[in-house]
């Protein structure tokens, strides 16, 4: 059974940065493409970046520019550099496999910006 742990968020105020990191059980981590997704209230989860396993990298329109996803394979973890965050960044962040596994997904990681 693959346990997801994701961590890194708070509050932060707008223009501020943040690093989520997402560690990952299993062997065969570094042979799966990663993403991050994260669900506003209200809203549907939505998949914000994805890493390839040899590291190609792809961002939704929203957040290019501004967020930076990388892998360590040694340490079977995702990360997400989010610089100048805005408020409608706010959300709770999760990291899966892309695409997503039912299985692979945490608890997330709530992410709040407002000053």
């Known amino acids: 059974q693959v346990q997801v742990v994701e961590s890194g968020g708070g509050l932060v105020q707008p223009g501020g940065s943040l690093r989520l990191s997402c560690a990952a059980s299993?062997?065969?981590?570094?042979?799966?493409?990663m993403g991050w997704y994260r669900q506003a209230p209200g809203k549907q989860r939505n998949l914000v970046a994805r890493i390839s396993s040899i590291r190609s990298t792809n961002y939704a329109d929203s957040v290019k520019g501004r967020f930076t996803i990388s892998r360590d394979n040694a340490k079977n973890t995702v990360y997400l550099q989010m610089n100048s965050l805005k408020p409608e960044d706010t959300a709770v962040y999760y990291c899966?496999?892309?695409?997503?596994?039912?299985?692979?997904w945490g608890q997330g990681t709530q992410v709040t910006v407002s000053s």
């Open positions: 899966n496999r892309h695409p997503p596994r039912l299985s692979w």
């Open positions: 299993g062997s065969e981590f570094s042979d799966y493409a």
